[in-house]
């Protein structure tokens, strides 16, 4: 079936050479997107002003000496009608054009009779000639893999995804503008690491031809602003990828968005204040809102976000103090949550496997966590009024974490124990544990003054949308389709589109939700 698709469109294809027009060219006729052309409808269609307007051809409805067909861009829809008395060579481009293909349209613009904003062509030209046919406007492409793995049909297909997809722009965007209004500067640091550090987490390695030397890619963006700090830099912040060579699930990706700020001669409760209105921010430009949806419950970010207690909360659901409580203790906990844990996880891992089990899930409206056991934070500095405790917050809601902070640990003699201590941690097998690193203690030696720092990942905008993360990114890495078929699973790229529900596709006007898209981007 779709073999035939192809043959067919390549014999169109080869009509088009004959009549020596080029299916590809590098230039049409374009004076303005769509959009711009249904704001101004009205004075452009009263002066006859002729105007040439180019998109895919969404639809072709064939009437003899008339077609009507749908123009689509980025910005939004327009009719095009195409009259044999205003086109003579109508029969060929009949002949020639499908669903899908771009053309450009030059003509003006009236209202048809049943009330429709349309162009009039007056000429046409060719713009590129498309080999597969698109999903069909109600069918769309529900399959999850399928989806993923060709994300260009599915934008196709959704202009909700489309849509999201602004909506993040919107999102990093807003991070950008209140960092910069607050006084941040923005700053870029390599991707490449002799040391992969700043978090807990295993790295990918490459190596460097030129230099013969080995490398990593950056799993946090934590050390190298710090040295900025060192260096001067009192309000520094950075979005970057990161990169993580950990398990794929909803709330986990190998590389994503990182957002790492650092702020000189303040702790983590002056951060507190300060990211509370940035969130707001951020969320109220993002979504339009500061009610949003997640898994059926409704999320308030407005307001006052309570401090919440983490050894209060772990005793409280565990029944164990997790600061006093043994290393067996917790272990036996954990198997009794049928947490199965490795025999080799240490205290602090273990308070931190039951954490994510029983005390976060039940943390759906936001809060900051606060009163971290030292033990679970091995690089944080130490509370002055309770070594055991770390100076650090979580920002905690639709039970997952969406940003941790810190008041950052600058005596370079504690952070050289503390590295010793991860090393030790490295020796017994833990490939999350963080390496020493040398350079970094070095700067330390120069000074690093009190300072607090915070990060916070695209993890944010996944649960404003309620989607799983891999969901709102355009490529994730996915298995190779190869690898997949030798295993003899199910290849998405197979499967024919399973239909989805008129009532799904319908919900949204393709046309007002592209025209909303263009005008949230011009915000930008």
């Given at each position: 079936?779709?073999?035939?698709?192809?043959?067919?469109?390549?014999r169109k294809?080869?009509?088009?050479k004959?009549?020596g027009?080029?299916?590809?060219?590098?230039?049409?006729?374009?004076?303005g997107?769509?959009?711009?052309?249904?704001?101004?409808f009205?004075?452009?269609a009263?002066?006859?002003?002729?105007?040439?307007?180019a998109?895919?051809?969404r639809s072709l409805?064939?009437?003899?000496?008339i077609i009507?067909?749908?123009?689509?861009?980025?910005?939004?829809k327009?009719?095009?009608v195409?009259?044999?008395?205003?086109?003579?060579?109508l029969d060929f481009?009949?002949?020639?054009?499908?669903?899908?293909?771009?053309?450009?349209?030059t003509?003006t613009?009236f209202?048809?009779?049943?009330?429709?904003?349309s162009?009039?062509?007056?000429?046409?030209?060719?713009a590129?000639?498309?080999?597969k046919?698109?999903?069909?406007k109600?069918?769309?492409v529900?399959?999850?893999?399928?989806r993923l793995r060709e994300?260009?049909v599915?934008?196709?297909?959704?202009?909700?995804v489309r849509?999201m997809f602004?909506?993040?722009?919107?999102?990093?965007a807003s991070?950008?503008e209140?960092?910069?209004?607050e006084?941040f500067?923005e700053?870029?640091t390599s991707?490449?690491?002799?040391?992969?550090?700043g978090?807990?987490a295993?790295?990918?390695?490459t190596?460097?031809?030129?230099?013969?030397?080995d490398f990593?890619l950056?799993?946090?963006l934590?050390?190298?602003?710090k040295?900025?700090v060192?260096?001067?830099?009192?309000?520094?912040?950075?979005?970057?990828?990161?990169?993580?060579?950990?398990g794929?699930?909803?709330?986990?990706?190998q590389?994503?968005?990182f957002?790492?700020?650092?702020w000189?001669?303040h702790?983590?409760?002056d951060?507190?204040?300060?990211l509370?209105r940035?969130f707001r921010?951020?969320?109220?430009?993002?979504?339009?809102?500061?009610s949003?949806?997640w898994?059926g419950h409704?999320?308030?970010w407005?307001?006052e976000?309570?401090?919440?207690d983490?050894v209060s909360e772990?005793?409280?659901?565990?029944?164990?103090?997790p600061v006093?409580?043994?290393?067996d203790e917790l272990?036996?906990?954990?198997k009794?949550l049928g947490?199965?844990?490795d025999a080799s996880?240490e205290?602090?891992?273990?308070?931190?496997?039951?954490y994510k089990?029983t005390v976060?899930?039940?943390l759906?409206?936001?809060?900051?966590?606060?009163?971290?056991?030292?033990?679970?934070?091995?690089?944080?500095?130490a509370?002055?009024?309770?070594p055991?405790?770390?100076?650090r917050?979580?920002?905690?809601a639709c039970g997952?974490?969406?940003g941790?902070?810190f008041s950052e640990l600058?005596?370079?003699?504690?952070?050289?124990?503390r590295f010793e201590a991860?090393?030790a941690l490295?020796?017994?097998?833990d490939?999350e544990?963080?390496?020493?690193?040398?350079?970094f203690l070095?700067?330390l030696?120069?000074?690093?003054p009190?300072?607090?720092g915070?990060g916070?990942?695209?993890r944010?905008?996944?649960?404003l949308?309620?989607?799983p993360v891999?969901?709102?990114?355009?490529?994730?890495?996915m298995?190779?389709?190869?690898?997949?078929?030798?295993?003899g699973?199910d290849?998405?790229?197979?499967?024919?589109?399973?239909?989805?529900?008129?009532k799904e596709?319908?919900?949204?006007?393709?046309s007002?939700g592209?025209?909303?898209?263009a005008r949230?981007?011009?915000?930008?």
């Amino acid at each position: 079936m779709l073999d035939d698709i192809i043959r067919e469109r390549r014999r169109k294809l080869e009509l088009l050479k004959e009549r020596g027009i080029d299916p590809y060219p590098a230039r049409i006729m374009r004076t303005g997107d769509v959009i711009e052309a249904l704001d101004e409808f009205e004075r452009l269609a009263s002066e006859h002003k002729e105007v040439s307007l180019a998109g895919r051809v969404r639809s072709l409805r064939d009437q003899g000496k008339i077609i009507f067909t749908d123009l689509e861009d980025e910005t939004g829809k327009i009719q095009a009608v195409l009259r044999e008395d205003m086109l003579p060579d109508l029969d060929f481009w009949r002949s020639v054009i499908d669903t899908g293909d771009f053309i450009s349209v030059t003509g003006t613009l009236f209202v048809t009779k049943r009330g429709e904003k349309s162009i009039e062509a007056h000429s046409l030209q060719f713009a590129g000639k498309t080999m597969k046919p698109l999903p069909d406007k109600w069918d769309g492409v529900q399959d999850v893999e399928l989806r993923l793995r060709e994300r260009y049909v599915d934008l196709l297909a959704h202009p909700d995804v489309r849509e999201m997809f602004v909506r993040k722009s919107l999102f990093w965007a807003s991070v950008r503008e209140f960092l910069e209004n607050e006084g941040f500067l923005e700053v870029e640091t390599s991707v490449l690491e002799p040391e992969a550090g700043g978090a807990e987490a295993e790295p990918f390695k490459t190596h460097h031809n030129a230099l013969d030397t080995d490398f990593y890619l950056r799993i946090a963006l934590e050390l190298q602003l710090k040295k900025l700090v060192v260096g001067g830099f009192d309000k520094v912040f950075e979005i970057g990828r990161v990169f993580r060579n950990e398990g794929i699930d909803r709330e986990h990706l190998q590389d994503f968005s990182f957002m790492e700020c650092y702020w000189a001669y303040h702790d983590y409760r002056d951060l507190m204040k300060m990211l509370q209105r940035m969130f707001r921010f951020v969320i109220e430009h993002t979504m339009g809102t500061l009610s949003t949806h997640w898994h059926g419950h409704e999320i308030d970010w407005s307001g006052e976000w309570p401090e919440v207690d983490y050894v209060s909360e772990f005793a409280k659901t565990n029944g164990l103090n997790p600061v006093h409580a043994t290393r067996d203790e917790l272990f036996m906990k954990a198997k009794s949550l049928g947490l199965a844990p490795d025999a080799s996880l240490e205290k602090g891992r273990l308070i931190d496997l039951i954490y994510k089990k029983t005390v976060r899930p039940t943390l759906v409206q936001p809060c900051f966590l606060v009163g971290t056991p030292i033990i679970v934070s091995p690089l944080a500095k130490a509370s002055a009024e309770n070594p055991a405790i770390a100076e650090r917050f979580q920002i905690v809601a639709c039970g997952t974490e969406l940003g941790n902070g810190f008041s950052e640990l600058n005596d370079p003699d504690e952070q050289r124990r503390r590295f010793e201590a991860q090393m030790a941690l490295r020796e017994k097998g833990d490939n999350e544990a963080m390496p020493l690193d040398e350079d970094f203690l070095n700067a330390l030696s120069y000074g690093l003054p009190p300072t607090a720092g915070f990060g916070m990942s695209e993890r944010v905008f996944a649960i404003l949308v309620d989607r799983p993360v891999r969901e709102t990114v355009f490529f994730p890495l996915m298995r190779r389709a190869k690898e997949e078929a030798k295993e003899g699973r199910d290849l998405p790229g197979k499967k024919e589109a399973v239909k989805g529900t008129k009532k799904e596709s319908a919900a949204k006007d393709a046309s007002a939700g592209k025209a909303s898209v263009a005008r949230k981007k011009k915000e930008l």
